[in-house]
């Protein structure tokens, strides 16, 4: 089946240690997002691609970053995770602008 | 700003009965809106979109309607489940193309 995969499911970081979190998506989306969502809280977009094209939301810390090396794959790196940064971290594709997002599950990040 | 309010609270309603979800928006006119669903510890599932020109969806069990003069959207479950039980997001373009704004959501808990 087509679908969004994400890469751990759960992820334990040490403050201040750098972390990767994957992205993959077998549906040939031209974009991908990357999103932050606390508990009980609604998803926050932190940046997203069309192709390879970046866009940042105004918001999002200088602390994350982001990389699409091809259409399939989406990375997001936190280089100095505070404990502020746990959260899940939720990858989704889409088409385009105005047609539903399919999410990966998900990786929940620790920081101890 | 543009807000999204769903409600906060969990609705707890027994099988077979009819659950009715509220999403209520501010400064803003969207062309759609989406309702997604969302299950503990994994990624939003889109279920339906409806434009602004489309009074009501409907999709199996689930009925969206979007009153765009009141600025809301219901989300109707009928004859609801124990398996209905999840979390109900909905999400409007804002921000820009390519990107939703999401509601925190509501918890629906569907008693046998």
């Known amino acids: 089946d087509a679908m969004v995969i994400q890469n751990p499911r759960y992820q334990v970081t040490q403050f201040g240690k750098p972390v990767t979190l994957s992205c993959s998506q077998t549906?040939?989306?031209?974009?991908m997002y990357w999103y932050q969502q606390k508990s009980s809280q609604a998803p926050k977009l932190l940046f997203h691609y069309y192709d390879k094209d970046f866009n940042n939301e105004a918001d999002t810390p200088d602390n994350f970053q982001s990389r699409r090396p091809n259409t399939s794959f989406c990375f997001l790196d936190i280089r100095s995770p505070g404990l502020g940064d746990a959260a899940m971290y939720l990858c989704a594709t889409s088409s385009s602008g105005d047609q539903p997002q399919h999410f990966g599950d998900g990786t929940r990040l620790s920081i101890l | 700003s543009q807000k999204i309010e769903q409600n906060s609270e969990a609705l707890n309603i027994q099988e077979g009965k009819t659950a009715t979800l509220t999403c209520n928006y501010t400064n803003y006119s969207p062309a759609y809106l989406q309702w997604y669903r969302q299950d503990p510890g994994r990624g939003p599932v889109f279920l339906l979109l409806?434009?602004?020109?489309?009074k009501e969806k409907r999709k199996e069990r689930l009925k969206v309607t979007f009153d765009t003069t009141l600025k809301q959207s219901l989300f109707h479950i009928t004859a609801s489940q124990p398996a209905d039980s999840a979390t109900y997001l909905c999400a409007l373009p804002g921000g820009g193309y390519n990107k939703l704004i999401f509601g925190a959501g509501t918890r629906l808990a569907v008693h046998p």
């Open positions: 549906l040939n989306h031209n974009v």
């Open positions: 409806i434009r602004e020109n489309e």
